[in-house]
């Protein structure tokens, strides 16, 4: 493996992880300020609705990951791969959270954490891509 795949390999790993946090703030801050004159308090789900809180999360950290794939080259299939790799740490967390074996603290640390490894999870896969050179994809519009 060459130094340049492993860079790009990176650089996407670490491209997702800015797109995530990104949206997780900037989306989660969006939501609750629209919310807010609906009478919607998104602050009071972590006690009153914490697994929708937890969706919520996982949606606002795919998307702006979606969006940043498709601008890069990327296809669907990736996009919602890396989708996959946010919710099912959500999902398996809200199933815990459900059984009432830990609490919703625990359940946030559950997501984020896993949700790294199992970004890694799927990039691997598909390391060839991920370690390639994209353009923008108005660059690659021909491309399948």
């Known amino acids: 493996m060459s130094s340049t795949k492993l860079f790009h390999f990176t650089r996407h790993y670490?491209?997702?992880?800015v797109a995530m946090f990104l949206g997780m703030?900037?989306?989660?801050?969006?939501?609750?300020?629209?919310?807010?004159?609906?009478?919607v308090d998104v602050g009071s789900w972590r006690d009153d609705a914490p697994a929708l809180m937890l969706?919520?999360?996982?949606f606002?950290?795919?998307?702006?990951?979606?969006?940043?794939?498709?601008?890069?080259?990327?296809?669907?299939?990736?996009?919602?791969?890396?989708t996959g790799a946010?919710?099912?740490?959500?999902?398996?967390a809200i199933a815990l959270l459900a059984a009432g074996t830990i609490g919703t603290?625990?359940?946030?640390?559950?997501?984020?954490?896993?949700m790294f490894p199992a970004m890694l999870a799927v990039m691997l896969p598909r390391f060839d891509e991920y370690a390639g050179h994209h353009g923008h994809a108005r660059l690659n519009a021909g491309r399948a």
Request: hydrophobic share 65%; net charge neutral; glycine share 12%.
């Open 86 to 92: 946010m919710f099912a740490p959500s999902l398996a």
């Open 105 to 114: 603290g625990t359940a946030l640390v559950i997501q984020h954490v896993a």
């Open 25 to 39: 703030f900037v989306l989660g801050g969006a939501f609750a300020v629209a919310l807010a004159p609906l009478g």
């Open 14 to 17: 670490v491209e997702m992880v």
């Open 60 to 82: 606002t950290m795919s998307a702006p990951m979606v969006a940043w794939m498709r601008h890069r080259g990327h296809g669907w299939a990736p996009a919602w791969e890396m």
């Open 55 to 58: 969706l919520g999360m996982a």
